[in-house]
């Protein structure tokens, strides 16, 4: 039963081989797509109370299930048709010339066994992340960040950025330190050495796989009326209902609510605070697979910048712009979700296999080109960012210039006043952004 919850990717991997060579009957629930799909078998759905079964994977599942409820759709539709027009005749014809017709047509129908109606998809959780301001491009800084517990160098010297717009997947085996990093991050934690930096017009939003986030004190509704007391009722159980708390569901105790409704309600808190930067803690854990998707499309639609830990590789491969692998006390950052990753690390065992002396070097030195190209491109993007500005304030000095040569400006006190605090301001604004501009390095070959 959900052997996969908690563990980190290398055990989900080695689970699925396990299973993969064992020889006897393995039943189990899942709600890892990878996993389902690489554990073979068949498929046993539940729905509404009934079990349907299908002879392939997971995949074949998808595929196959919306067939399946269409064909049970259309049967029940031309079955429905069919009686009406059968009732038609005999309500029409029972007392008429045709009423043995009727009589015979009533006896029949009274033995068809009738198709029930196929239920729909059911409800499903509704979810969406809103920024309420747009951030700097700088979102994220960490430099040299290192962690010791109870005398254990659990991080020593991580350093890595996030910039507007990243979607940062973490991952690495469990252990490795990427909770400890995420409360460091989100200022819950300040027993650490070396620098972290939270951008200008940064706000940030934090899901705790623990959901120590939630009170656990009260009711689900007053879970939110806690974190924000501006809602009424009416509006409130509406939006619960987005997260499937609806009727008596609202007055619920937290405490006894399950593992999926509890993740289910910390999401609708974090959802109100229109955060821009979002940084989640194995966010999937308990949901079902349709919230996983739910929350997939939400991410991935979200125009801010969020950081996640996940072993969900369906998840990550979904979401992730970019992967941030937590191991050995430090971490690696690089472009791409999940499948990419795993390319680059297939390609690098394929060198370790015919260079297995020279495979250090020959990675460290492709990291080293990797950061250094990466670090030319953030120099460039920044000179640009500055020279454009610098443009813009020389045209606007001229312009105030201009203004204050005008006769007109020397009869007028208060515009002459005005034009030459602008002028003083602007040469300010430009001294500073000609002293950013000379501190950046210089040309960085790509």
Known sequence: DEPTNHLDIPAVEWLEQFLAEASCAVILVSHDRVFLERFGGRVVDMVDGNLETYDGNYSYYRTEQPKRRERRRKAWELQSAEIARIEDFIVRNIAGQKTKQAQSRRRSLAKVERLEKPAGDGPAMTLGFEAERRSFRDVLSVHNYTKEIGGRMLLSGVTFSCERGDKV??????????????RALVGEDDDYSGRIRIGDRVEVAYFDQHLDTLSGTGRVIDEIWEAHPYFDAGPLRSYLARFLFTGEDVFKNVADLSGGEKNRLALARLMLTKANFLVLDEPTNHLDIAAREVLEEALAEFEGTALVVSHDRRFLDRIATKILYVADGTVTLSLGNYSNWIARRAAVETIEEKQPHDVSDAAREWQEQKRVKA??????????????????????LQQTETELADEAAAHDWKRLAGLTEERTRLYDELGALYELLEKLPGDVPE
């Open 169 to 182: 997947g973490v991952m690495g085996p469990n252990g490795t330190g990427k909770s400890t990093m995420l």
């Open 375 to 396: 670090e030319a491109r953030r120099i460039a993007r920044r000179r640009q960012e500055l020279e454009t500005a610098v443009a813009e304030h020389e045209r606007r």
